[in-house]
């Protein structure tokens, strides 16, 4: 027999992003949490910031409905240097439409940021994750999210040590709100991106490996496999993707990014 209940479920809110007071740019759905992170993270993954040193803060605020039937927004106020906010200004680019929390791109006006070169260095990091470390680091991020124990509809994104510790995890009802909110937080914190990987609470689109390559990150492993262009992608950004499913590891790109006892053996396409 049925049993009448109730359970806490996740805000899902409109996040109104607006550059200097004057430039709105996007409205994206998102959990109202680590705000700050957020503008951070977003800001940078969408190129308007080079790092987060052309953020010189940022306040939010929460905008009455007109009707108590709409979802209650949040203005999202990011001040950017006078450099960052003038390239902004002469990009005149910004999103068209609403971007829901289940898509890091809806609202770009065309599909130029899917062809866009990434340039970044392709260097490993110095200290080499082992599969031992990932496999880890996957088992232990339902330990790093609080909200999502209670919800149990939440995504999250962690960072770690190359041994595998959880340093940093975020959390949001969007997997790419959660990217970038840790992103944000790990420009803010300091934490070399360099050191350590990301770990994934969800598959690996191209959006995704987008934000980790423009981050800086060098090692990605989710929780099932990426798609092909988030493969592509990876390889020509010097970003190791790997994804862990039922303790099998399997890794798509550069290899020797991680400590593998046997590449051959355990990279797909390579056997």
């Not at 409109?14 to 503008?39: E, F, K, Q, R």
């Not at 041994?163 to 909110?181: T, V």
């Amino acid at each position: 027999m049925a049993e009448e209940k109730e359970r806490a479920i996740a805000g899902e809110v409109p996040i109104s992003i607006v550059y200097n007071g004057v430039h709105p740019y996007a409205v994206m759905m998102a959990t109202p949490a680590d705000l700050a992170d957020y503008a951070v993270g977003f800001t940078c993954a969408e190129g308007i910031a080079q790092d987060e040193h052309d953020i010189v803060g940022c306040s939010w605020q929460v905008e009455s409905p007109p009707t108590q039937r709409e979802a209650q927004g949040v203005r999202l106020d990011v001040q950017l240097a006078p450099e960052a906010f003038s390239r902004l200004l002469q990009r005149q680019q910004g999103r068209a439409l609403v971007g829901g929390s289940a898509c890091g791109v809806c609202g770009q006006e065309d599909s130029s940021f899917m062809t866009c070169p990434v340039e970044r260095s392709v260097l490993p990091p110095t200290q080499r994750p082992s599969p031992n470390a990932l496999l880890k680091a996957v088992e232990g991020l339902r330990e790093h999210q609080p909200f999502n124990k209670r919800l149990r509809m939440l995504h999250a994104a962690a960072w770690a040590d190359p041994a595998g510790n959880i340093l940093l995890a975020r959390e949001d009802i969007g997997r790419h709100n959660a990217l970038d909110k840790l992103v944000g937080a790990l420009r803010r914190s300091g934490y070399d991106r360099g050191q350590g990987f990301v770990v994934l609470s969800s598959r690996c689109s191209f959006e995704m490996a987008q934000k980790a390559v423009l981050a800086g990150m060098r090692v990605l492993v989710a929780v099932s496999a990426p798609s092909r262009q988030a493969v592509a992608l990876a390889r020509q950004g010097g970003l190791a993707l790997a994804s862990c499913q039922r303790g099998v590891l399997d890794v798509f790109t550069h290899p020797g990014y991680l400590a593998l006892p046997n590449e051959r053996a355990q990279v797909p396409g390579l056997r």
